[in-house]
């Protein structure tokens, strides 16, 4: 049985990152990543934007080139693991082979969550997760014309955008009253609403799909609880993912929403450590509530504090979260939680698209969503981090720069 210092499960953001934060600990030990996609570690994120668009090429996408890893001997293995023996320090891949490890880090993420209405697992019904969801998209967009998006979040809404800029039809189809509803105020969902109309997509919130309607296996389709049905040659389902965090909880480890760590991302066992999306945590950016984040910045900050405990330098996780999001010409950048914000304020004026929204808790920032205006966000971070109060006046004034408030905290 191979065995290895770090063993690393998951070839994603989280996963990279943890090899790559080892090696610059000058971690000497042997490290290995076992990943179940056939490439090297990719950034996700381009996949629902300019990957998706065709603008960009996959070898561009990629975290490290090939002689990255093999410079720093760090070993590419391909395989899933489905059994982990916490006990014996060992895990157990789908094809049967086993893998020793001192620690091991578990940087899984999680797998786009599917439909479950009738029609759900037809062909033309795609999530849009890995370099693989992709190819098998933009093989079939050339006979593509009508294409409903399920679901008004992040990934749904930049699909979109990309899809109709492609000049496709596209029908977006969200079950709350307004799109973002889980992550942003409503200023910032009205916005981003009007835009993707003014952009020719027929969104529509508030409505439940039914069903997904077929022939021949391919989906032709949706039904909307009211009887409603839109015709479609694809069907893209952006719904949130589930943590793949099976084996460990096989095992014994604490898992809720995720598989449960402390703040040097240490599972309830024995030299387990988990990052990224699977990994949940206590943020004290949102008063320490136990979440998990899905972004590239959790993902690699994590990562990184795993990194350090195991090579002895343990920092505990205190990073402020951060995102970003490309639609059309907008770029929204988000730093903080906005969850549980009692006051919101505007700055500058959506209309001319350029705006800033500043989330407030009993007059503290806490969060901003920045739309093309990046230097609030670069400003308003200092604002998150040191949760400085503020008037909302100033706030409110798009003239007064946010760093003039770091004084006044
Ligand atoms: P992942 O990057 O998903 O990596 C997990 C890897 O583990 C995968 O390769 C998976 O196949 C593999 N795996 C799973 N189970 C096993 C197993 N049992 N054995 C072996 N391998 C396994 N974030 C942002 O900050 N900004 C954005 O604009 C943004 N856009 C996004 C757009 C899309 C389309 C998607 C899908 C995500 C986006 N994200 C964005 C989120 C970001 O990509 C994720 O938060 C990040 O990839 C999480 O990293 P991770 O290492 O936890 O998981």
Redesign the pocket.
């Known amino acids: 049985m191979q065995q290895y210092d770090v063993l690393i499960?998951?070839?994603?953001?989280?996963?990279a990152q943890a090899a790559i934060a080892l090696r610059q600990q000058k971690f000497e030990g042997s490290i290995a990543i076992?990943?179940?996609?056939p490439d090297l570690p990719y950034e996700?994120?381009p996949?629902?934007k300019d990957y998706l668009a065709g603008a960009k090429e996959f070898e561009r996408l990629l975290i490290r080139p090939a002689a990255y890893w093999e410079e720093r001997q760090i070993a590419m293995l391909r395989?899933?693991?489905t059994l982990v023996d916490a006990e014996a320090h060992r895990v157990t891949l789908a094809d049967g082979q086993m893998l020793g490890y001192g620690a091991l880090i578990w940087?899984?993420?999680?797998s786009a969550r599917r439909l479950g209405c009738a029609g759900g697992d037809l062909a033309r019904v795609h999530t849009?997760?890995?370099r693989a969801d992709v190819e098998k998209m933009k093989a079939e967009l050339p006979q593509v014309e009508r294409t409903v998006v399920i679901g008004g979040g992040?990934?749904g809404l930049e699909a979109a955008a990309v899809l109709s800029k492609l000049g496709k039809k596209v029908v977006l189809l969200e079950a709350f009253d307004r799109v973002l509803a889980r992550v942003a105020g409503e200023p910032l969902s009205r916005f981003y609403e009007a835009e993707h109309r003014a952009h020719g997509v027929d969104l529509r919130t508030g409505v439940t799909v039914e069903s997904i309607l077929g022939e021949n296996g391919n989906a032709n389709g949706v039904r909307l609880a009211d009887g409603t049905v839109i015709p479609a040659d694809m069907v893209i389902v952006g719904i949130g993912i589930t943590p793949?965090v099976e084996?460990l909880a096989a095992a014994g480890a604490r898992v809720s929403n995720g598989v449960e760590v402390d703040e040097y991302c240490r599972t309830s066992l024995p030299d387990i450590y988990a990052?990224?999306?699977?990994a949940a945590h206590h943020n004290r950016f949102a008063r320490g509530a136990l979440l998990r984040l899905?972004?590239?910045?959790n993902?690699n900050d994590q990562a990184t504090t795993a990194a350090k405990a195991i090579a002895g330098e343990a920092v505990p996780y205190d990073a402020v979260p951060w995102?970003?999001?490309d639609q059309y010409d907008l770029k929204l950048q988000t730093v903080g939680l906005s969850i549980g914000y009692d006051d919101a304020v505007v700055r500058g004026d959506p209309a001319a698209r350029s705006f800033s929204i500043v989330y407030l808790r009993e007059g503290r920032v806490i969060a901003l969503d920045c739309v093309n205006v990046p230097r609030d966000y670069v400003q308003g971070r200092k604002l998150v981090i040191e949760g400085i109060s503020a008037d909302r006046s100033v706030l409110a004034d798009a003239a007064t720069p946010l760093k003039q408030l770091y004084a006044a905290g």
């Open positions: 499960v998951g070839a994603g953001h989280g996963g076992v990943g179940d996609e996700r994120p996949l629902s395989g899933r693991v940087a899984a993420g999680g849009i997760r890995s992040y990934i793949d084996p990052v990224g999306d699977c899905e972004s590239v910045q993902a995102f970003w999001s």
